[in-house]
């Protein structure tokens, strides 16, 4: 298994662009991640899906940020519009609700808001 | 209070040292713990499960001390590759998700 797969591994924009991030969870796990990690605020769970469903959002820190999971493999994260403080980088992760929920990371998406 | 809490250090060690991180969490009716690994600009990793009996992999050892709410992490013998960030992680009773610690960072020096 390639594990999970995120895109992309950098972007830099600048303040106002719309951003998207893209993963790709471990076949058969039905679990899905976001987190976000920063200096400051270290990994903060942004939200988390079960079955391609949303089951707790309350950690997106605002309007600005939208996530969706269309199907069992494939799911964005986007953030529209960017702002600076949104530079941070962005990890994927999935289980597969064996129990004890364990996650595998992605590789994460190194975001920088100019 | 944050949910999960450590002592972010940093630890800086010589080689062969035993180190010792401990962890509090908050909510005492939480299911599962576990320490994560992450080296520097990777992603975290799991490094082991937390069980209420205490468990051992090479030179680690977890515990977990419910009456006190913690969970500790030995290392023994240290390498220079243990050089990381360690990351407690709590699970929530009834839900899927897991709380980090912000990480206790360990630098090994030969």
């Known amino acids: 298994d390639a594990g999970v797969i995120q895109s992309p591994r950098h972007e830099v924009t600048e303040m106002g662009q719309e951003v998207t991030l893209r993963c790709k969870p471990i076949?058969?796990?039905?679990?899905l991640f976001w987190y976000r990690q920063t200096m400051m605020r270290g990994l903060e769970l942004l939200i988390y899906?079960?079955?391609?469903?949303?089951?707790?959002d309350s950690g997106m820190p605002e309007d600005r940020f939208s996530a969706k999971m269309p199907n069992a493999s494939f799911s964005t994260l986007k953030i529209q519009p960017s702002e600076p403080r949104d530079s941070a980088v962005y990890f994927c992760?999935?289980?597969?609700?064996?129990?004890?929920?364990?996650?595998?990371f992605g590789a994460g998406s190194r975001l920088t808001v100019l | 209070r944050k949910e999960v809490e450590q002592d972010p250090g940093p630890f800086n060690v010589p080689e062969g040292a035993t180190v010792a991180f401990n962890c509090t969490y908050s909510n005492s009716a939480s299911q599962s713990f576990f320490w994560y690994r992450q080296d520097c600009r990777k992603e975290p990793k799991l490094l082991m499960s937390?069980?209420?009996s205490g468990n051992e992999d090479g030179r680690f050892t977890a515990q977990l001390n419910r009456a006190s709410q913690y969970i500790s992490l030995l290392i023994r013998d240290s390498k220079l590759s243990d050089s990381a960030t360690y990351l407690c992680v709590v699970n929530h009773p009834n839900a899927g998700k897991s709380t980090f610690g912000d990480g206790t960072t360990l630098t090994v020096k030969p």
């Open positions: 992760a999935s289980s597969d609700n064996s129990g004890a929920n364990v996650l595998t």
């Open positions: 076949s058969g796990h039905n679990s």
């Open positions: 937390v069980y209420s």
């Open positions: 899906f079960n079955n391609n469903v949303p089951i707790d």
